[in-house]
C-alpha cells in the first residue's frame, strides 16, 4: 500500500510561484511513475504532469508546459511540481498520484493511489 500526502498549496497572486510535494510511503516509490492532476472548481480531474521512476521522462499538459516542472528525490520518497508563471485558471485542487508500473501516463484510470489533495488558488 503507497500512501501519498500533498502539501505546498496556498492563495498567490497571477505570476508568482509555488512549490508542490508529495511525500510518499511505502517501499516501491522508486519504481513507481508519479503524476499530478488537478481538479477546478466544477470541473473534472485533469491531468498536469508525470514522471517516470527514475526521473528521466516527463509528460505535461499543453497548459502548463514551459511553465510547470515535475521531479523527484527518490531517497526522500517525494515528488515535487514547481509552478511558475501561475494564472488565475491554475485554481483548482492539485492530487499526486502514483502508478503501480515506472511509465508515465496522462490517465487518470492508470494511477492506483492518491492523496487527499492541496488546493492552489491564484487571484488575478
Known amino acids: 500500500q503507497v500512501q501519498l500526502v500533498e502539501s505546498g498549496g496556498g492563495l498567490v497572486q497571477a505570476g508568482n510561484s509555488l512549490r508542490l510535494s508529495c511525500a510518499a510511503s511505502g517501499p516501491t516509490f522508486s519504481s513507481s511513475a508519479m503524476g499530478w492532476f488537478r481538479q477546478p472548481p466544477g470541473k473534472e480531474r485533469e491531468f498536469v504532469a508525470s514522471?517516470?521512476?527514475?526521473?528521466?521522462?516527463?509528460s505535461y499538459a499543453d497548459s502548463v508546459k514551459g511553465r510547470f516542472t515535475i521531479s523527484r528525490d527518490n531517497a526522500k520518497n517525494t515528488v515535487y511540481l514547481h509552478m511558475n508563471g501561475l494564472k488565475p485558471e491554475d485554481t483548482a485542487v492539485y492530487y499526486c498520484?502514483?502508478?503501480?508500473?515506472?511509465?508515465?501516463?496522462?490517465?487518470?484510470?492508470?494511477?492506483?493511489?492518491w492523496g487527499q489533495g492541496t488546493q492552489v488558488t491564484v487571484s488575478s
Open positions: 514522471i517516470n521512476w527514475g526521473g528521466s521522462s516527463t
Open positions: 498520484a502514483a502508478r503501480k508500473n515506472g511509465n508515465t501516463s496522462k490517465w487518470v484510470s492508470d494511477y492506483a493511489y
